[in-house]
């Protein structure tokens, strides 16, 4: 019995081991490099990305998943489309497997953004056999709205039915940092209670609130999804107080608050800047509001 247990684990560990080494890890996606973007694309036509299923995901510097690939292992069918793949005014294109191409506005021509403000956009051979289409322009060089004043220039304002809305815009002014910002517009420029852009949502509750370096600098959250917490970052509120020449450019900051008892008070602040590559708070203008001077001393805001 003793001779027969004494062979039992080693046969037990070598079948198990056996049943493990026949199980295979999902592929990562492989990174395709281009203009501060990266695209992130599953080479086995078999496969698509982890809870996704498409081939091919774009992604930007300074994006959390831009380091990390993600995983190819949704299975998909594998299928071979026509060579009359959709075409984009003014892009070029490039099939980096196949079955996905890439199209990209030529940074050196007049022609450098696409309309839609994306920097690349994808095609990729569907599963019926059809090439996705791309409904896109590349357009000549325009500074992108820096903030939501810049959004209500533009001719955009409220819709009463929501307070926030989504918009296009670029901390630097450059078309390849465009990203969605929420804006609380008023009915035009001029409207004095209008052109607010969110920086920073807490609700009560809420226990999210991630202030880890990273997080800090970068932000989270998604402006477009009503979760409690979102946070613009330290970096982009920087960039956007820096003008084209790196000439200060100052904001209007609020802070907003509900007590528990629902009264809100607010703290609100001119000439605002912050250094981008000390993070810190540098000019903090005139006080207006009923919440006190939280922007002093040990405040939200930090020390001026």
């Given at each position: ?119 690349v956009r994808i095609s990729e051979c569907g599963e019926d056999g059809q090439w996705t289409e791309v409904l896109d322009v590349c357009m000549e060089n325009c ?162």
């Amino acid at each position: 019995m003793g001779t027969w247990a004494g062979f039992g684990y080693p046969l037990a560990l070598w079948l198990l081991t056996s049943l493990f080494s026949g199980a295979t890890a999902p592929d990562p996606a492989v990174a395709h490099d281009k203009n501060l973007t990266r695209v992130w694309v599953c080479e086995n036509p078999e496969k698509g990305i982890k809870d996704i299923g498409v081939r091919a995901l774009a992604t930007k510097v300074g994006r959390p998943d831009y380091t990390t690939p993600p995983d190819c292992s949704e299975s998909r069918v594998a299928v071979t489309c026509s060579d009359a793949r959709p075409t984009v005014s003014d892009a070029s294109q490039t099939e980096v497997v196949p079955g996905v191409v890439l199209y990209y506005c030529d940074v050196d021509s007049q022609y450098t953004s696409f309309g839609t403000g994306q920097p690349v956009r994808i095609s990729e051979c569907g599963e019926d056999g059809q090439w996705t289409e791309v409904l896109d322009v590349c357009m000549e060089n325009c500074i992108a709205p820096r903030d939501c004043c810049d959004v209500a220039a533009l001719g955009f304002n409220s819709n009463h039915d929501v307070v926030f809305q989504v918009f296009h815009i670029s901390a630097s002014g450059s078309q390849e940092d465009l990203e969605e910002m929420q804006c609380a517009l008023g009915n035009d420029e001029t409207d004095p209670l209008g052109s607010w852009l969110l920086v920073l949502r807490h609700e009560k509750g809420s226990n999210d609130l991630k202030l880890e370096e990273y997080g800090h600098k970068f932000g989270f959250g998604d402006p477009s999804n009503p979760v409690p917490t979102y946070f613009l970052g330290i970096n982009k509120l920087a960039m956007m107080t820096k003008g084209v020449n790196g000439e200060p450019r100052p904001l209007v900051m609020s802070i907003v608050m509900y007590l528990p008892d629902n009264s809100l008070i607010h703290a609100t602040y001119g000439s605002v800047l912050v250094d981008v590559d000390t993070m810190t708070l540098t000019s903090l203008g005139d006080y207006y509001g009923n919440a006190g001077k939280v922007g002093r001393g040990d405040g939200w805001v930090g020390k001026g």
